[in-house]
T-cell receptor, first 113, second 110 residues
Framework: DTGVSQDPRHKITKRGQNVTFRCDPISEHNRLYWYRQTLGQGPEFLTYFQNEAQLEKSRLLSDRFSAERPKGSFSTLEIQRTEQGDSAMYLC???????????FGPGTRLTVL | KNEVEQSPQNLTAQEGEFITINCSYSVGISALHWLQQHPGGGIVSLFM???GKKKHGRLIATINIQEKHSSLHITASHPRDSAVYIC????????????FGKGTHLIIQP
């Protein structure tokens, strides 16, 4: 399968713990996006990369959140000192260049107890 | 910040009916996307359009840039069309993270 993949698919953690999610985009796609979706709501933009450069960050991305794309391929999203309000589906998408269709991964569902 | 409003929020229809979902946005965009999300989270891109009309099988998407409005139509609806349909816009200008509507939950009954 050559689509966008995310790992893990589900993560349950206790409040205060750190978690890290991984996204592998479609191989030739230079743009990678992270979104967050809470129950019953549409996704919300968190951040995006063009190659290894992080070009935009939403104000939703507090200091506890950090994202990297070190070699311009896969990306990681880390949440430090998780809070119950961080419980959500974290979606990754990739695209080839600006103004092109975004392809979404299956998401990582985070539950913070 | 662009605001994206969808209507209706929920829609239940009988198999075979013609379905229309509406989307309006508040400021200029570079493109509008229609997405489909099934239970479990997976999102599939249906259309990306910046003007006019696009058709793919039984799905049709239209956009009116002047009125800042788009519609998604489903002809001859089928129970497998049951899903959440989400409208999203990219504002361009180098900031192309999408802004999403809340989605329309569609149920097609046999």
């Amino acid at each position: 399968d050559t689509g966008v993949s995310q790992d893990p698919r589900h993560k349950i953690t206790k409040r205060g713990q750190n978690v890290t999610f991984r996204c592998d985009p479609i191989s030739e796609h230079n743009r990678l996006y992270w979104y967050r979706q809470t129950l019953g709501q549409g996704p919300e933009f968190l951040t995006y990369f063009q190659n290894e450069a992080q070009l935009e960050k939403s104000r939703l991305l507090s200091d506890r959140f950090s994202a990297e794309r070190p070699k311009g391929s896969f990306s990681t999203l880390e949440i430090q000192r998780t809070e119950q309000g961080d419980s959500a589906m974290y979606l990754c998408a990739s695209s080839l260049g600006l103004y092109n269709e975004q392809f979404f991964g299956p998401g990582t569902r985070l539950t913070v107890l | 910040k662009n605001e994206v409003e969808q209507s209706p929020q929920n829609l239940t229809a009988q198999e075979g009916e013609f379905i229309t979902i509406n989307c309006s946005y508040s400021v200029g965009i570079s493109a509008l996307h229609w997405l489909q999300q099934h239970p479990g989270g997976g999102i599939v891109s249906l259309f990306m359009l910046s003007s006019g009309k696009k058709k793919h099988g039984r799905l049709i998407a239209t956009i009116n840039i002047q009125e800042k409005h788009s519609s998604l139509h489903i002809t001859a609806s089928h129970p497998r069309d049951s899903a959440v349909y989400i409208c999203a816009v990219s504002s361009g200008g180098g900031a192309d993270g999408l802004t999403f509507g809340k989605g329309t939950h569609l149920i097609i009954q046999p």
